[in-house]
Antibody, heavy 117, light 111 residues
Framework: VQLVESGGGLVKPGGSLRLSCAAS????????MSWVRQAPGKGLEWVGR??????????DCAAPVKGRFILSRDDSKSTLFLQMNGLKTDDTAVYYC?????????WGQGTLVTVSS | QSVLTQPPSVSGAPGQRVTISCSGS?????????VHWYQQIPGTAPKLLMF???HRPSGVPDRFSGSKSGTSASLVITSLQAEDEADYYC???????????FGGGTKLTVL
């Protein structure tokens, strides 16, 4: 199993960024996937989850990002996305994509998002 | 404030045993939701250490064990080794918040 995040970078408050997570080594279309973030020097914070397409592909998000962040997936490319809008300085963190089997079994290496003016 | 409460730090000498607690409530651990544990060595991504309360993924030494009772869970590490020095996080699901929840993390120092 391999998960490779990309798309992080420096963005100004109020800006947008789209993260990608390329998956391999398992049947992506059957997998639930989650995003977890970790602010500098802080603990882990769940961001959101997307169900498998066969289970409806519905999404859930944590309260701090609800209405601003959108999870999506492209099963044909085994890729997970996180569209982040209305970014705030508090969103500065390393963002990890994970497989979600209730336990978060596999993690990517993370991509750093810095929100600063 | 994390929904699941862990001690900020624990320590032990090589060869000793340490326990990391994870305290929840009736809307998460106490409702029967499983607890999972992750190990994060500084500068690296977290790694699944224990799933479904007591199960070790392949490759995790049997020095690590987990338990759950009531609204709490514990991770026990025996025969402590220098390589165990890391941050440890518990995770479950909270039905009143409808979100995945983590503990605040525990830094294990091997003396």
């Amino acid at each position: 199993v391999q998960l490779v995040e990309s798309g992080g970078g420096l963005v100004k408050p109020g800006g947008s960024l789209r993260l990608s997570c390329a998956a391999s080594g398992f049947t992506f279309s059957y997998a639930y996937m989650s995003w977890v973030r970790q602010a500098p020097g802080k603990g882990l914070e769940w961001v959101g989850r997307i169900k498998s397409t066969t289970d409806g592909g519905t999404t859930d998000c944590a309260a701090p990002v609800k209405g601003r962040f959108i999870l999506s997936r492209d099963d044909s490319k085994s890729t997970l996305f996180l569209q982040m809008n209305g970014l705030k300085t508090d969103d500065t963190a390393v963002y990890y994509c994970t497989t979600d089997n209730d336990s978060l079994d596999y993690w990517g290496q993370g991509t750093l998002v810095t929100v600063s003016s | 404030q994390s929904v699941l409460t862990q001690p900020p730090s624990v320590s032990g000498a090589p060869g000793q045993r340490v326990t990391i607690s994870c305290s929840g409530s009736t809307s998460n651990i106490g409702s029967g939701y499983d607890v999972h544990w992750y190990q994060q060595i500084p500068g690296t991504a977290p790694k699944l250490l224990m799933f479904d309360n007591t199960h070790r993924p392949s490759g995790v030494p049997d020095r690590f064990s987990g338990s759950k009772s009531g609204t709490s869970a514990s991770l026990v590490i025996t025969s402590l080794q220098a390589e165990d020095e890391a941050d440890y996080y518990c995770q479950s699901y909270d039905s009143s918040l409808s979100v995945v929840v983590f503990g605040g993390g525990t830094k294990l120092t091997v003396l």
